[in-house]
């Protein structure tokens, strides 16, 4: 079981909105503003999405953002494409100096 | 241009031990936190442990499921962050990636995969 529960899959049109949602406590998600999301295609590195709850590093598609309230943090994909179809996990610093990570959602772009 | 080159993986017996090394450039290597994480097969993405710069005091964090058996250390003479894997476990198979870390911003190596296996 992980420590960040997030949803095991979404699915969306192309062009369509979708958000994926990760909840943690107040010792991790909700406590300082290290959340972070990440995308995984197989066979590939983790590619950096947002840090900071909702910075986007430079290269990452406008479409990316993130957001944060109380202990669940949010990654949204706008104007979603086919080349965004993959595995998106969250992760954030703990109050006792770990990192946590989601279960990993599954993005199918219908 | 941040890069991280992981090296050393690859087959290992249950019990035995590996050291991974991670070779950085591009960045002012003694003034960053270095991590490691690992994704089995199949499975999510697992963080394994961190040291931070000597201006941090060069602490170490562990998770839970490598603590007492794996080691952080690095030499920034060289800028070279190593993992140290003892008492290795079918478990920890898995791709190995070496991080530059900064808040949660982080720069990522290709990883090496380690297999345990008899």
């Known amino acids: 079981q992980s420590a960040l529960t997030q949803p095991a899959s979404v699915s969306g049109s192309p062009g369509q909105s979708i958000t994926i949602s990760c909840t943690g406590t107040s010792s991790d998600v909700g406590g300082d503003n290290y959340v972070a999301w990440y995308q995984l295609h197989p066979g590939k590195a983790p590619k950096l999405m947002i840090y900071d709850v909702s910075n986007r590093p430079s290269g990452v598609s406008i479409r990316f953002s993130g957001s944060k309230s109380g202990n669940t943090a949010s990654l949204t994909i706008s104007g979603l494409q086919t080349e965004d179809e993959a595995d998106y996990y969250c992760t954030s610093y703990t109050s006792i100096s770990t990192w946590v990570f989601g279960g990993g959602t599954r993005l199918t772009v219908l | 241009e941040v890069q991280l080159v992981e090296s050393g993986g690859g087959l290992v017996q249950p019990g035995r031990s590996l050291r991974l090394s991670c070779t950085a450039s591009?960045?002012?290597?003694?003034?960053?936190?270095m991590g490691w994480f690992r994704q089995a097969p199949g499975k999510g993405l697992e963080w394994v442990g961190f040291?931070?710069?000597?201006?941090?005091?060069?602490?170490?964090q562990y998770a839970a499921s490598v603590r007492g058996r794996f080691t952080v250390s690095r030499d920034d003479s060289k800028s070279v962050v190593y993992l140290q894997m003892n008492s290795l476990k079918t478990e920890d198979t898995a791709v190995y990636y070496c991080?530059?870390?900064?808040?949660?911003?982080?720069?990522w190596g290709q990883g090496t995969l380690v297999t345990v296996s008899s």
């Open positions: 040291i931070r710069s000597k201006l941090s005091a060069g602490t170490t």
């Open positions: 591009g960045f002012i290597f003694g003034d960053y936190t």
């Open positions: 991080t530059k870390m900064s808040g949660s911003y982080a720069d």
